[in-house]
C-alpha cells in the first residue's frame, strides 16, 4: 500500500483521436488529492496499446521511473497500460516494481489490498483486456467484409499515399519476397 505524501504521475491514454484524456485526468487528480498525494507529472497518449514503439509518453515514464522521478504511477484502468496481455502487463508492472514504482488503478482498487492474490487478478483483469480487444477486432473485421460486400470502399481512398514515408515491416518485406519469388515462377 501506498503511504501518504507520495509523489505520484499520471498515466492516461486513449485509443482514438475522438477521445479525450482529460477525463481520466480529472478524475485521477481527484483521487490523488483525497488521498494526499503529490502529482508530479502527467503523461498523456492519443494511442493504441499494440502498436509497439508507439507509446512514446509510456516509456517516458518508465525512463523517469527508474530515475525515481516518483512513487507509484496512477492509471484509470490496467488495459490503459496495454492490452497485448498477461505477460506483456505483467512485464510493464516488474519494470516500475524494479524501480520502487507501483502501479496503481482506479479501476481496479483492488490490486493494493488483494495480498498474495494480487498477480492472480492482475493476470485475470490483463487476459479480460486482451480478450476484449482480439473480439473488438474481429469485429471490425466482421463489419468491413460485410460493407465491402456490399459495394462499400473500407481504408484510405484510393490513389492516396502517405505523408510520410513508412517504415518498412516485416509483412511489407514478406509479401515484396513473395511476389519477386512468383516473378521468376519459384512461387505459383
Not at 493504441?48 to 530515475?67: C, N, V
Not at 492472480?120 to 460493407?147: H, Q
Amino acid at each position: 500500500m501506498v503511504t501518504e505524501a507520495q509523489k505520484c504521475a499520471i498515466y492516461a491514454r486513449v485509443s482514438t483521436e475522438d477521445q479525450v484524456t482529460i477525463t481520466q485526468i480529472n478524475e485521477l487528480k481527484a483521487w490523488a488529492e483525497r488521498r494526499g498525494w503529490q502529482i508530479v507529472k502527467i503523461y498523456q497518449e492519443n494511442e493504441t496499446a499494440w502498436k509497439s514503439g508507439h507509446q512514446k509518453e509510456w516509456s517516458q515514464l518508465r525512463t523517469d521511473a527508474r530515475l525515481r522521478n516518483f512513487d507509484c504511477v496512477l492509471v484509470w484502468a490496467l488495459d490503459r497500460v496495454t492490452r497485448q496481455g498477461v505477460s506483456y502487463l505483467f512485464q510493464q508492472i516488474d519494470a516500475l516494481s524494479r524501480y520502487g514504482v507501483k502501479l496503481i488503478s482506479l479501476q481496479e482498487s483492488w490490486i493494493e489490498s488483494v495480498g498474495d492474490f494480487t498477480e492472480v487478478y492482475v493476470a485475470m483483469a490483463a487476459f479480460i483486456a486482451a480478450y476484449e480487444s482480439k473480439r473488438r477486432s474481429e469485429r471490425t473485421l466482421a463489419g468491413m467484409k460485410a460493407a465491402m460486400a456490399a459495394g462499400v470502399h473500407c481504408g484510405r481512398p484510393p490513389g492516396r499515399k502517405d505523408s510520410v514515408k513508412r517504415l518498412r515491416s516485416g509483412q511489407v518485406l514478406r509479401r515484396e519476397r513473395e511476389h519477386q519469388k512468383r516473378k521468376r515462377g519459384i512461387l505459383v
